[in-house]
């Protein structure tokens, strides 16, 4: 995560802990082909049959820069869980802005919290749904779906697994959606 759109990523969060503290929940923004909202969804309904709360970490690039800031500000005026129904965004929500296409997505937020000095160990992540493989993030694949497992000596995870983490967010029915 980072700036987006003009701004900056401390705006960003103070705008989107409002839209919860104003009206239960916020919608924020992806674009990412690991964290598409069916995916989401599958994880979110696994993690509610046995009753856990799926989190999302928002975590600081590994360099400087390293998170290329949107520049597109178009707002989404709908968001849709499957795809066949369309909802009105919630009256009283912040915008939901950015490159607004097919590939434009949310994820739905009940709570939202930013960190304090407080880091994450991204060697002890696997991705979701490839389990033997240790998370990596790209351009494009920023956002992606994860569990706890010891990746330490896995020969493919990222250089530095440690990425200072910036706030912590909780997945709300329906989790994530698409937007137009």
Request: one cysteine or more; aromatic letters at 10%; proline letters at 5%.
């Amino acid at each position: 995560m980072g700036p987006h759109a003009g701004e900056s990523a401390e705006v960003i969060f103070k705008r989107k802990i409002a839209d919860i503290r104003n009206i239960g929940k916020t919608f924020w923004l992806i674009r990412s082909h690991k964290a598409k909202p069916d995916m989401v969804q599958a994880v979110c309904s696994a993690a509610a049959y046995g009753t856990t709360d799926v989190l999302c970490l928002f975590l600081e690039p590994s360099s400087p820069g390293g998170a290329i800031p949107t520049v597109s500000d178009s707002a989404a005026t709908e968001y849709s869980a499957d795809l066949s129904v369309w909802y009105s965004l919630p009256s009283g929500l912040s915008p939901v802005t950015g490159l607004i296409t097919r590939g434009a997505y949310a994820l739905v937020l009940d709570i939202l919290e930013t960190q304090e000095s407080k880091a994450v160990d991204l060697w002890q992540f696997a991705d979701f749904f490839y389990s033997k493989r240790p998370i990596i993030f790209r351009q494009g694949a920023s956002t992606v779906c994860a569990l706890r497992k010891d990746n330490e000596s896995h020969q493919e995870r990222m250089k530095s697994g440690i990425r200072k983490l910036f706030a912590v967010g909780r997945l709300t029915v329906p989790y994530a959606v698409w937007l137009r």
